[in-house]
């Protein structure tokens, strides 16, 4: 069974009328592709309830980036949903009618998590996380589920999920899967759409080259690889079209040292106007 | 029956053994006085159990304020808990033996509250409120009480923290109780004893001050009032002492305009190295 809010309130109600712990909550930006139904099946198979929230939050754009073009496709998800195997169990899915509905007017709250920000997506985004943070927040608050779902292809974004989670005593456990992608290798997006057709084969030069980099530390000590990754790192700082391609330790990211276990090589590369983010684990050996 | 947690996990652990809806809880940074101990009184009057937690936060103290200097007096606050008539009902006292134990090390996440915080304090202890809004939060999220005792002298801070509670869903009632006040009309703060004789004397400019332009505006409209008033305020604007004396809107600290039913008429003042702050509410009349 699916039943669809829009209005918050009304959601809320039936949310507190459910006298169950078997909650899970997918919170998604809409425009779903394969990479967010894995997330729901997932959510499906381990809870009677499933709250997919749907909503293009204003506060995690920046005032140059693309929150006018985001796709809005509310009809088209919602039948999505209504394909997958539901089996008994009932999944809900809120869709605001307006920003209002979720952020109130005189709605002055910011939740911020340091440090885990300052880097990839943070440096360059700069108030990107706060806007993340404080509507996961609001809607842990109002789904009140005992799992959430998040997609790995948002890594740095899952790290400080989980961090405020921890530092806020949020009784949620947030579930992370790994990232669904094409067949051509390319990281699922809502954002891949806007590509043209050589536009989707450029882009493959993302999750090729954290490949590149990933095979390297799989062969070779941290330092040995160094030399090598080094070279494909400067190529990729002189190049304009990349914003960023980082390997850092997976659990903080910070500077890999000699207690870094495993790390994550992560990259945003803007192709045709389009910013691609892409990322891949990778343990490491550390010479001593 | 008194109970006092030094450890934040054991608290924990006791907290979540009530299975009870009947908790207050009254937040201090000890060096209890009897402005504390009207709050708790009030507490253990509408619940079985009434957390009182006792612990100085760094995070609301800038880098030159008086952290270091703070009143710690945890044993004789403990006894003056235990004077209260406590008939039955249960107080458990939180009384964190380091910062880690509230704050872990690797704690990174900030709740910010904006607008609210521009003026009065906010203006001049930049980061304060912050501090103040992840400690409370945290303290909530610990105690999980259905109540929570607040004292009006910090009038800024209980508005900052009603719009925190609204805007993140926090299950509590804020109780907002009237400045106690030494005979003198002095309220009662933990900085007061750092005042010598004369400084007493001294500060009660402050509430003087205060209550006179109340008078004011009780006996006449804003306009009317304005001119005296602004007497007042430009002769405390020239005076170093003065931090601020504000006369705003009551209800969201910005300028009176006509929508305005009741104003704050707010002050600190630096008497001796101490910073003492003090406020009153008066409905005033505006004329059209």
Redesign the interface.
């Known amino acids: 069974m699916i039943s669809l809010f829009n209005s918050v309130n009304e959601f809320t109600e039936y949310r507190n009328s459910l006298a169950t712990d078997s909650i899970g909550l997918v919170p998604t930006m809409g425009n779903l592709h394969d990479g967010h139904l894995s997330l729901i099946k997932k959510s499906i198979s381990e809870n009677q309830y499933t709250i997919v929230t749907i909503f293009v939050n204003p506060l995690q754009f920046g005032p140059n980036e693309d929150f006018d073009k985001y796709p809005r496709t509310l009809t088209a998800d919602v039948e999505k949903i209504k394909s997958l195997k539901i089996e008994g169990k009932e999944i809900i899915v809120l869709a605001p009618s307006s920003v209002n509905e979720i952020f109130p007017k ?11 920000t300052n880097t990839l997506c943070g440096a360059s985004r700069p108030d990107h996380f706060d806007g993340v ?1 404080t509507i996961v ?2 809607l842990f ?2 789904a009140k589920a005992s799992k959430s779902y998040f997609g790995q292809k948002d890594y740095q974004q899952v790290l400080v999920i989980r ?2 989670v921890e ?3 949020i009784p949620t456990e947030v579930i992370a899967l790994p990232i669904n992608r094409e067949e051509s290798g390319l990281a699922r997006s809502s954002r891949n759409q806007f590509l043209s057709e050589s536009g989707r084969v450029e882009a493959l030069e993302l999750s090729g080259t954290i490949l590149k980099i990933s095979r390297l530390l799989k062969e070779k000590s941290f330092q040995e690889a160094g030399i090598e990754i080094n070279d494909i790192l400067e190529v990729v700082l002189r190049d304009q079209r990349w914003d960023y391609l980082e390997v850092l330790d997976a659990e903080n990211l910070e500077a890999v040292n000699i207690n870094t276990q495993q790390v994550v090589i992560a990259g945003a590369l803007k192709i045709e106007e389009t910013r691609l983010i892409d990322n891949h684990l990778t343990k490491i050996s550390y010479a001593r």
């Open positions: 005189n709605f002055k709250t910011t939740i911020s998590v340091k440090d885990l943070t927040y609001r608050a109002l961090r405020m530092d806020l005593l």
